[in-house]
């Protein structure tokens, strides 16, 4: 009883508290979710600013390779070699990676608006040519930032009040501007075109009049852009294992709204608004969202972008070296041109990708807590049955010595009796020897009932199924336990329905399982002393499926709070474990075991106080009817 209270006050104990565990790491590992997924999307978001960045330094490194190289010399006398641009030309495309890059390359002097000059590699000649359709707008913008730098060298404001904007030049030793004073390109993104300003040199007067600047345009392949450079920073900054991690597109912003440039998929980003970032191409690296393109500095008559690096005349950079070439937008009154570029996580946002991810690593988080609860629950569950197994065992133990001590001490005093000559007449002897010969033949039956049922513990029983009389295995059983029937003086009752067809079972284990019932039936019988034996046809549909064989009694019956234990073994109803009534229970495990080998079933019924009823389902032979066999009942009361 101790030990019970105890292993009961245990598991009061420890179910709370394995309980409370896991609704503790249920709460940690949602936290954790949580700031898992806080972390994940900085870090792709870092991730995306990063791949971003290196978008627009790459592309800015290509064009700045090109303007580099085909930015001409000028003479002293201020005029430019054709020959020598040809050649520079030439000596680019030859070592370019995208040589389509530049298609053409003009020249155009301030000081007539209308002289344009293109190169022609050909002919390493520079021909007079007419402005190309769109490049109105370049040549206006360019033509006020010359005027503009010509006010600002004479010292005098510009006509409109506009404040002065001084290029960042190098300063030579002597404080004097170098050879190439204005070490800017500007890309006018809607053309899109590369224009710089070369050294100012006189004007007609010799000297006399305002100075006058030649500008190099580098007119750009949009298809190239398109085609071969976009595709490749695309694919080097965005892709991954599984192809391209985010959807691309490069937009062009003007007064009428958004155009595409490129776009890596079919639909572009500006169809699946909103956009997880996106970042200017050109000027300042602004991130989508976190500047606005405003102020008047941005839309200056100049034409300038306000640069954050102040003029240095210490800046000892070589002229025309990488390091000090800076690519700035051409901007206008409308915002024309504006490019940019736009990432689209392919999961739909960034936002959904990681909640995705959160709730995918709380499914298995979750999972594996169901799991350890299940198998908590299973140490708990299985750590109760084999407490609950042990008592039975040794509840076992205990019947199966007091039942073989009853037949072993008869057995032993009657061969007491007679070894000392305690028994001399005939009669007496003759009645000790059937005493013995009964007790004997009761402590082999328990013994062959131990035997069996370990037998069926240790491996499945194979039964050769063979068509049988089920009147035949009843009379069997009868015969078998006569001397449990006549020693109890009870009435048994048989009734075998007429036709009934043979069914698929083995003669030794049904006589085995009829037996263990009907010794059951008169042990608890109570002080009615009758078993009822019977046998009926169960039809489906007017053919005969299965016999149903039955076994009961009007005894003490069955609590229904135990129905659900009968059939487990050594288990014994608390009410007749403590009477005289004898037993291991192995009966019922036993038959049912040898029922379930013979693929039948075996039922119970009970009612506490009016007796049990136990039926074996068995099916019927295949291919075997029905016979006309007389019906046979049959009253007996054994005395």
């Not at 030579?172 to 890309?187: E, I, K, M, Q, T």
């Amino acid at each position: 009883m101790k030990h019970a209270i105890k292993d009961r006050l245990l598991l009061w104990v420890a179910v709370p508290v394995l309980a409370a565990v896991l609704a503790v790491l249920a709460v940690l590992q949602y936290r954790w979710s949580g700031q898992v997924s806080v972390a994940t999307r900085s870090q792709m978001q870092s991730n995306l600013k990063i791949a971003l960045m290196g978008f627009r330094q790459d592309l800015t490194r290509e064009l700045a390779v090109a303007c580099l190289e085909l930015r001409p010399a000028v003479d002293d006398s201020g005029r430019i070699n054709p020959a020598r641009l040809s050649q520079q030309f030439q000596h680019w495309q030859q070592a370019a990676a995208h040589p389509s890059l530049v298609s053409h390359v003009y020249l155009w002097d301030s000081s007539n608006v209308s002289h344009l000059t293109v190169l022609d590699p050909s002919s390493e000649q520079m021909e007079t040519a007419i402005w190309p359709a769109g490049f109105e707008p370049l040549r206006e913008r360019i033509q006020q930032i010359s005027a503009h730098q010509i006010l600002a060298r004479q010292g005098r404001p510009p006509a409109n009040g506009a404040p002065t904007h001084r290029f960042h030049g190098h300063a030579g030793r002597s404080g004097g501007h170098s050879r190439d004073l204005f070490p800017l390109w500007f890309v006018d993104q809607s053309l899109p075109a590369i224009a710089s300003p070369l050294r100012p040199r006189s004007g007609p007067d010799n000297g006399a009049g305002p100075p006058a600047t030649t500008w190099v345009i580098l007119q750009m392949s949009p298809g190239t852009l398109e085609k071969e450079i976009f595709p490749e920073l695309t694919q080097k900054y965005f892709s991954g294992p599984s192809g391209l991690d985010y959807q691309i597109t490069v937009l062009q912003n003007n007064s009428a709204g958004q155009s595409v440039v490129y776009s890596s998929a079919a639909r572009s980003v500006q169809d699946n608004a909103p956009v997880d970032a996106a970042l200017n191409l050109f000027g300042s690296p602004l991130l989508h969202g976190e500047l606005a393109l405003q102020g008047p500095e941005m839309f200056a008559p100049q034409g300038l972008a306000p640069s954050n690096r102040p003029a240095s005349g210490d800046d000892k950079r070589a002229p025309g070296s990488d390091r000090g070439l800076r690519i700035e937008p051409l901007f206008y009154p409308q915002a024309q041109g504006f490019w940019e570029v736009a990432a689209r996580h392919q999961g739909g946002s960034l936002d959904a990708v990681v909640s995705s991810l959160r709730w995918r690593n709380l499914g298995l988080s979750f999972g594996v807590l169901v799991v350890l609860a299940i198998t908590m629950a299973m140490v708990v569950i299985t750590s109760q049955r084999a407490r609950r197994l042990a008592m039975l065992q040794m509840d076992f133990v205990a019947g199966v010595s007091h039942e073989l001590r009853t037949p072993l001490a008869v057995i032993s005093s009657a061969a007491e009796n007679i070894a000392h000559g305690v028994v001399a007449d005939k009669g007496q002897l003759v009645r000790y020897g059937a005493t013995i010969v009964k007790q004997s033949r009761q402590l082999s039956q328990l013994v062959d009932q131990v035997l069996v049922f370990a037998a069926t513990q240790q491996q499945s029983q194979r039964y050769q199924l063979r068509p049988l009389d089920v009147a035949e295995a009843i009379d069997a059983a009868l015969e078998n336990t006569a001397g449990v029937l006549n020693g109890g003086a009870v009435t048994v009752e048989r009734h075998v329905e007429p036709g009934l067809p043979p069914v698929a079972a083995d003669f030794g284990a049904l006589t085995q399982c009829l037996q263990n019932l009907i010794t059951n039936a008169v042990k608890y019988g109570g002080e009615r002393r009758w078993v009822g034996i019977s046998a009926v046809a169960v039809r489906e549909g007017g053919a005969v499926r299965e016999l149903a064989l039955t076994v009961e009694d009007r005894g003490i019956g069955i609590a229904s709070s135990e129905m659900k234990h009968i059939f487990d073994p050594f288990y014994r109803s608390p009410a007749v474990a403590g009477s005289n009534i004898h037993g291991t229970g192995l009966g019922l495990p036993l038959a049912r075991t040898l029922i379930e080998a013979m693929r039948g079933r075996l039922t119970v019924e009970s009612e506490l106080g009016k007796g049990t009823k136990f039926t074996i389902h068995l099916v019927v032979a295949e291919g075997e009817q029905a016979v006309g066999v007389p019906s046979e009942t049959r009253a007996a009361t054994s005395s």
